[in-house]
């Protein structure tokens, strides 16, 4: 069965520092994984997906992940926060084995402080 | 190039009524997924259809069903509303109905259930 936990419901960072937004997942089978942003009042956006090519995923806007399938993580970092990456963010998890199935974790609201 | 268009933006509807939702999929996709959202949670996977079929269902009940036309448009339609169902509702369209293609997601219906 799949699951996902983001770790951390809030994370707060300084404009300038690391961000890292954890995500660990269980799944049946080899996972897609993704990471998606969510603006106040509209619909997801793609930062990055993984789908068993490099287990170094480079996304938009700076924001990379690894898969590491030993610690079951795809954990979200950019090296440098900016006041624009002030969000919603949600890890998600995918199969396609028997019919398509996706979880989506319950999200980490990034704050960015001048 | 058209993205995801949904409608309408906001509904409000009373406990026992019945709802549709619509959702138009980005030019050259053929396959449409919908997710409620509910306030400060992660989106939920209710159902895909892929190519008119239904490709893969969520923990939803019956009362929520759906339908996707030969335009590869879509319908959500909730029977029976009930005061839980007051939540965000997206589609994402993506081709090939697959676990590891990318979603690309609508702005959202908001439902409200008095």
């Known amino acids: 069965a799949q699951s996902v936990t983001q770790l951390g419901s809030h994370v707060s960072v300084s404009e300038g520092a690391l961000v890292l937004l954890r995500c660990n997942y269980s799944?049946?089978?080899?996972?897609?994984l993704f990471w998606y942003v969510q603006y106040p009042n509209q619909g997801l956006q793609l930062l990055l997906k993984?789908?068993?090519?490099?287990?170094l995923v480079k996304g938009i806007n700076g924001f990379e992940a690894e898969f590491k399938k030993s610690e079951t993580s795809f954990h979200l970092t950019k090296p440098s926060a900016h006041m624009s990456d002030a969000a919603e963010y949600f890890c998600a998890v995918s199969e396609d084995t028997g019919g398509f199935k996706t979880i989506f974790g319950a999200g980490t609201r990034l704050f960015v402080k001048a | 190039e058209t993205g995801v268009t949904q409608s309408p933006t906001h509904l409000i509807k009373t406990r026992g009524q019945q709802v549709t939702l619509r959702c138009s999929s980005q030019?050259?996709?053929?396959?449409v997924s919908w997710y409620q959202q509910a306030l400060g949670q992660g989106p939920q996977f209710i159902f895909q259809?892929?190519?008119?079929?239904?490709?893969g269902r969520g923990n939803f009940p019956p009362r929520f069903s759906g339908l996707q036309f030969p335009n590869y448009s879509s319908e959500l339609n909730v029977n029976a509303l009930e005061l839980d169902d007051s939540a965000l509702y997206l589609c994402?369209?993506?081709?090939?109905?697959?676990?590891?293609?990318?979603?690309?997601f609508g702005p959202g219906t908001r439902l409200t259930v008095l």
């Open positions: 259809y892929y190519r008119e079929e239904e490709n």
């Open positions: 994402a369209s993506s081709f090939g109905g697959l676990g590891g293609d990318t979603q690309y």
């Open positions: 993984y789908t068993s090519a490099a287990t």
């Open positions: 030019s050259g996709h053929n396959t």
């Open positions: 799944s049946s089978v080899p996972p897609y």
